[in-house]
């Protein structure tokens, strides 16, 4: 039922209710499409606005998808926090960082939800396995000239760490101490990530 | 509406809906009470026979649980193929045994299945941190001398490696030889199950 969203001074709501539509059609343009399928221009289509508005709102189609999931962590702003420091050090800083992300129910409980979608629908499973294909095994394996095979592996172990932890609950795993937690899991992702 | 099971020579099909009432109570009773607080004696008062005739059928309560999720494996068959042999090459022995127990699609169904529940339905959750903490965890962890957390942890990338390989299926490590998925993920599971 929303209409133009052109900025309109005496209609408070007009623009928010915009974004809220627009992001409603990006969830499912993505969910029918696939996270590759989905191009802005058919998300704007989707949701009755141009695309320049949808540039305007939120950016690329990986800022719209981050916006559109609510997730935590915009992949282009976290690269340089990972790839950047002493290389031996990297597994350590991938380890922090996915705690950190963990670490607020508020803040992962979008994550969570993404999992969730993947282990219950294929296609989301789908748009899910692009959008981390894309926006992070490629972009990481370039950045650390590593094989995505390694960078995979390294999402394995994270992934199953927020798994057993987070949704299984398995304990002693599931309270550790996140110092603990770096100590056991960081050399793994940094010999992952060493390369052969 | 299946009756008392005991055997009568005259109706093939007793037996086996006896079987079957046993094991769809059993599933009633985990899910609703956890995988410890069901009890033998508990689901056979739900599936209306005898607690005998549970333990004749299948069983340990571990049994029945594996027989209600139609689980590939029994936990206590495969501790000593995992347990035993080099302790050097104790990484290697999981990694293959997880791989050969998840490469056919049918074999692997149940377990995704619960998987799947885990990540969808707290009740699921807690019924699978118990069966896996006890089936699992705690016996591995006594065989081998090694603290639970280190189990957990070598849990948790055999649980993301299905998780990334099969649920989500991100490439290359959805499609990757399983000799090359020993090479990169056996020395990690040794070094958890090193322990300090």
């Known amino acids: 039922m929303s209409d133009a969203p052109a900025r309109r001074p005496g209609r408070r709501s007009g ?16 969910a029918e499409r696939g996270y590759d399928g ?7 289509q989707e949701a009755g606005v141009d695309a320049a508005l949808v540039h305007h709102f939120f950016g690329t189609k990986e800022q ?4 559109a999931m ?6 282009a702003d976290l690269l340089p926090q990972l790839v950047g420091g002493p290389r031996e050090q990297v597994g350590e800083r991938f380890v922090r960082l996915f705690l950190a992300l963990w670490r607020d129910p508020e803040r992962r409980a979008p994550v969570l939800a993404l999992l969730r979608s993947a282990t219950t629908n294929e296609q989301a499973a789908e748009m899910i396995r692009q959008f981390v294909t894309e926006a992070l095994v490629t972009r990481v394996a370039g950045a650390l000239g590593v094989p995505p095979l390694r960078v995979t592996a390294a999402a394995s172990q994270l992934i199953g760490l927020a798994m057993v932890r987070h949704l299984i609950g398995v304990e002693p795993l599931a309270s550790a101490d996140e110092e603990e937690i770096v100590r056991l899991v960081a050399p793994t992702i940094q010999r992952y990530l060493d390369g052969d």
């Not at 623009?15 to 993505?30: C, E, H």
């Not at 989905?38 to 704007?44: D, F, K």
């Not at 609510?70 to 992949?75: D, I, K, N, T, V």
Request: glycine share 4%; proline share 9%; net charge positive.
């Open 70 to 75: 609510e997730l935590p962590f915009q992949p």
């Open 15 to 30: 623009p928010t209710v915009s974004r809220g539509d627009i992001l409603a059609a990006a969830r499912r343009l993505f």
């Open 64 to 67: 719209v998808f981050v916006a």
């Open 38 to 44: 989905a191009t802005i221009r058919a998300i704007a």
